[in-house]
């Protein structure tokens, strides 16, 4: 073990080091000690409110296209990412992330591609530079309609 003592705005601190038998060490500080904290209002809440299958022309690709209005309360996101899994939400089959700009109002309209018919898990998650949230759901998509 090994000590220090120095002296900072009239007090004391006491430092030690002590020996781990697992190849590692403990630092132990006593005394008093002063920090910042910023307190930062975070994304709190995301829902999707509606999901609405864009219609598509013959000369269109043939992925179906779905757009999900999402909303959110708190602070406003800067990107969006949405993760495309089977229906348990266990296996992804696609992740896409996105930049956004939102002004004003957390409202805004995601369009995503689905290859082929089926029933997935989407996760879509907003995020900004201190916090995430997330929304899911199930779709069934079946060529040309999405419940």
Do not use: W
């Amino acid at each position: 073990t090994a000590g220090a003592t120095t002296n900072s705005d009239s007090s004391t601190a006491i430092e030690s080091v002590e020996d781990n038998p697992e190849g590692g060490c403990h630092i132990y500080r006593n005394g008093y000690y002063r920090s910042d904290i910023s307190l930062v209002e975070g994304i709190l809440e995301v829902n999707i409110i509606q999901m609405t299958n864009i219609q598509k022309t013959e000369s269109q690709a043939e992925n179906s296209l779905v757009d999900f209005v999402v909303t959110c309360q708190g602070s406003l996101p800067t990107d969006v990412c949405t993760v495309v899994s089977d229906p348990t939400c266990q296996v992804s089959k696609s992740v896409v992330c996105d930049p956004i700009v939102v002004t004003d109002e957390c409202l805004l309209t995601i369009r995503r591609a689905f290859e082929e018919p089926g029933t997935y898990c989407i996760n879509i998650t907003l995020g900004d530079d201190t916090s995430q949230a997330l929304a899911s759901a199930l779709i069934s998509v079946n060529g040309g309609e999405s419940t």
